[in-house]
């Protein structure tokens, strides 16, 4: 059992708090209506704030492969320092168990910035999505590995019914073609590697040309994990992501924003 497959289990038992009332693209708009009107995510993207490619900047304290990660942990001040420095959109990280997260850590951070964000955790209940909402989330993360694919469909027809951004994450091939098969517009790679934890930038590079094959013009393509440098956003960036989503390198810095500006140019 890797890291995910942990993950997943636990998550499953944290779902007892939330409603069995049904979950429809009408009754998400209607959330949406009550908590008010989404920011857009990927235009976000699309349209950078500084340098050439979107900035996803991530709000994270933790992770079960790096341990405590910023031990000075402000989840609104960091949000405000990343807008500040020219992130596009943000993500923030709201399992407990595993990242130190939280969902007041989304709602807050909501209330104190104006960019689009993303409830970056483990969806795999349709409730979830509600609860995203109802927290303030724009956009939120369907990871293939961890969906089978009636569920990564229904999810993905679901939030994007209801004006959610979906970033459809994926690992290698397999789970690219299955991203390719529900027509996600939102593609994430993500170039770690979960059985061993080693990250290569050139899972990207090498999904991207599936995508630019499958008449990718309209896909968004955003790079996770591993980048460090500006030269790894120019290699990045030289093979088709418009985004990169950032956390561990950012989090890191006691200057968040010179480190910002660094990746961006």
């Known amino acids: 059992m890797n890291i995910l497959d942990k993950i997943v289990a636990h998550k499953r038992t944290e779902l007892g708090h939330l409603s069995n009332a049904p979950v429809s693209a009408e009754s998400l708009c209607a959330a949406i209506g009550q908590h008010g009107s989404r920011r857009d995510f990927i235009g976000g993207l699309l349209a950078p704030r500084r340098g050439q490619v979107g900035l996803i900047a991530e709000v994270k304290k933790a992770s079960p492969s790096e341990g405590i990660i910023r031990g000075d942990f402000d989840p609104v001040a960091i949000a405000k320092t990343c807008e500040e420095a020219g992130a596009s959109c943000l993500s923030v990280l709201t399992d407990r168990e595993f990242f130190q997260g939280s969902l007041d850590y989304l709602r807050d951070i909501r209330e104190a910035v104006s ?71 939102l593609i994430g790679v993500n170039n770690r590697d979960l059985t061993n934890f080693t990250v290569d930038l050139g899972t990207t590079e090498h999904l991207a040309k599936r995508i630019t094959e499958s008449g990718g013009a309209e896909k968004v393509l955003v790079a996770e994990s591993g980048i460090h440098s500006r030269a790894d956003v120019e290699r990045l960036e030289k093979c088709g992501a418009r985004a990169i989503l950032v956390g561990t390198s950012l989090m890191r810095q006691p200057d968040i924003s010179a480190k910002a500006a660094e990746l961006l140019g």
């Open 115 to 185: 960019l689009p964000l993303l409830r970056k955790d483990f969806m795999i209940d349709e409730r979830q999505l509600h609860e995203s909402i109802e927290h303030g989330a724009d956009a939120i993360l369907l990871i293939v590995a961890c969906l089978e694919d009636e569920q990564l469909a229904h999810l993905h027809r679901l939030a994007t019914g209801a004006g959610l951004a979906a970033l459809v994450e994926v690992h290698n091939e397999a789970e690219l073609e299955r991203a390719l098969a529900i027509d996600a517009r």
